[in-house]
T-cell receptor, first 112, second 116 residues
Framework: GQQVMQIPQYQHVQEGEDFTTYCNSS?????IQWYKQRPGGHPVFLIQ?????EVKKQKRLTFQFGEAKKNSSLHITATQTTDVGTYFC????????????FGTGTRLQVTL | DTGVSQNPRHKITKRGQNVTFRCDPI?????LYWYRQTLGQGPEFLTY????????KSRLLSDRFSAERPKGSFSTLEIQRTEQGDSAMYLC??????????????FGAGSRLTVL
């Protein structure tokens, strides 16, 4: 079945440092979505990328979808304590628009 | 609209008992999903509905799990003869099938199950 892996599993940074998480799927994705889950919370949608090679920015967050539509990355510039949480990528296999397979997640800890 | 609502939020039960969780999706959303999440893992797909039709069910889901969405609105997830391995957070999500939010999941707060 489809597998979606993320690295690193965990990263601890000091406030102001940059952070990147990488997402790799075993199958081609029709789109990629990113979610953030705060400690004790539920996943909350951040963004969706659809086109091969697409790059989108949300303030300090930059999302990229790979050319082959099998990988993606999320980069946070100058992290803040409010960025703490686990970041999940999720994507449906090409041809199945509805069922999202979630990645293993990257937990981000930010300290002052 | 208050978003996706799930209850109960917490359920503690003894092994072998049956439990039922309820999910009320966003009213405009015609798709409803159930996911399971254990500590340190990503949400794992269980099943999803479009309106009242159950369109897909995970092969990992045992026969003890059943989900319904009888009128295409709220859904229930029942686990029969619970086992300790069923302990997890059960997340419900809903989505629309059209517009800019198509297939984007809005999650509820989840129902945490502890099987003793």
């Amino acid at each position: 079945g489809q597998q979606v892996m993320q690295i690193p599993q965990y990263q601890h940074v000091q406030e102001g440092e940059d952070f990147t998480t990488y997402c790799n799927s075993s199958t081609t994705l029709s789109n990629i979505q990113w979610y953030k889950q705060r400690p004790g919370g539920h996943p909350v949608f951040l963004i969706q990328l659809v086109k091969s090679g697409e790059v989108k920015k949300q303030k300090r967050l930059t999302f990229q979808f790979g050319e082959a539509k099998k990988n993606s990355s999320l980069h946070i510039t100058a992290t803040q304590t409010t960025d703490v949480g686990t970041y999940f990528c999720a994507g449906p296999r090409t041809g199945t628009a509805s069922k999202l397979t979630f990645g293993t997640g990257t937990r981000l800890q930010v300290t002052l | 609209d208050t978003g996706v609502s799930q209850n109960p939020r917490h359920k503690i039960t003894k092994r072998g008992q049956n439990v039922t969780f309820r999910c009320d999706p966003i009213s405009e959303h015609n798709r409803l999903y159930w996911y399971r999440q254990t500590l340190g893992q990503g949400p794992e797909f269980l099943t999803y509905f479009q309106n009242e039709a159950q369109l897909e069910k995970s092969r990992l889901l045992s026969d003890r799990f059943s989900a319904e969405r009888p009128k295409g609105s709220f859904s229930t997830l029942e686990i029969q003869r619970t086992e300790q391995g069923d302990s997890a957070m059960y997340l419900c999500a809903s989505s629309s099938t059209g517009g800019s939010g198509a297939n984007v999941l809005t999650f509820g707060a989840g129902s945490r199950l502890t099987v003793l």
